[in-house]
């Protein structure tokens, strides 16, 4: 089971909006709605911002949301605002026994 | 108010052994599926173990055999002893509460683990 494929990076203005890609294989994203996304500050927790594909935690911004088609997962930030700056991953279940759940290779958003 | 709070890491010469700790408040460990999750440097995470709360583990390829994920329920503390360390298991290690067996909800900030001659 490799790691989800995500852009290493993705950079925009204040504002503006941007969108991240999560691809998987039929053994994860392809079979299984449970896909969530994280933010992480380096130095702080991760922090869960999406979970089943779309829903988002209490207290997360409407400003985060994400979809998927097939096998690839998306994640869309609108109103880009400074604070946004961080790596984001995606993660989702899989079949394997040995390892559940496999992460994203991580994107690095930068506010222009 | 959930917070969970790694402990234990630092520098270990290859085959070493190290524990680290988790320590829970504001929920039981017993009662969630608790993970480790380690991210490498400049790498993205990885799961590496995790515990039901029945008590059955679970265990990444890379790391079985040579980690061990506990729980001690007095101390409300998740644990995750680790021996035969290798260089690349050079990573921070997380701990994070596992929600309806697909999402992690709750994370800690932490622990640096280094495995270096």
């Known amino acids: 089971q490799s790691a989800l494929t995500q852009p290493a990076s993705v950079s925009g203005s204040p504002g503006q909006s941007i969108t991240i890609s999560c691809t998987g294989t039929s053994g994860d994203l392809g079979v299984y709605n449970y896909v969530s996304w994280y933010q992480h500050h380096p130095g702080k927790a991760p922090k869960l911002i999406i979970y089943?594909?779309?829903d988002r935690p209490s207290g997360v911004s409407n400003r985060f949301s994400g979809s998927k088609s097939g096998s690839t997962a998306s994640l869309t930030i609108s109103g880009l605002e400074a604070e946004d700056e961080a790596d984001y991953y995606c993660?989702?279940?899989?079949?394997?026994?040995?390892?559940?759940?496999?992460f994203g290779t991580g994107t690095k958003v930068t506010v222009l | 108010e959930v917070q969970l709070v790694e402990s234990g890491g630092g520098l270990i010469q290859p085959g070493g052994s190290l524990r680290l700790s988790c320590t829970a408040s504001?929920?039981?460990?017993?009662?969630?599926?608790m993970t480790w999750v380690r991210q490498a440097p400049g790498k993205g995470l990885e799961w590496v173990s995790g515990v039901y709360s029945g008590g059955n583990t679970y265990y990444a390829d890379f790391v079985t055999g040579r980690f061990t994920i506990s729980r001690d329920n007095s101390r409300n503390t998740l644990y995750l002893q680790m021996n035969s360390l290798r260089v690349e298991d050079t990573a921070v290690y997380y701990c994070?509460?596992?929600?309806?067996?697909?999402?992690?909800?709750?994370w800690g900030q932490g622990t640096q683990v280094t495995v270096s001659s």
């Open positions: 993660s989702s279940y899989t079949s394997s026994t040995t390892l559940p759940y496999v």
């Open positions: 504001g929920f039981t460990v017993i009662s969630h599926y």
């Open positions: 994070a509460r596992v929600l309806g067996l697909k999402l992690f909800d709750h």
């Open positions: 089943d594909v779309s």
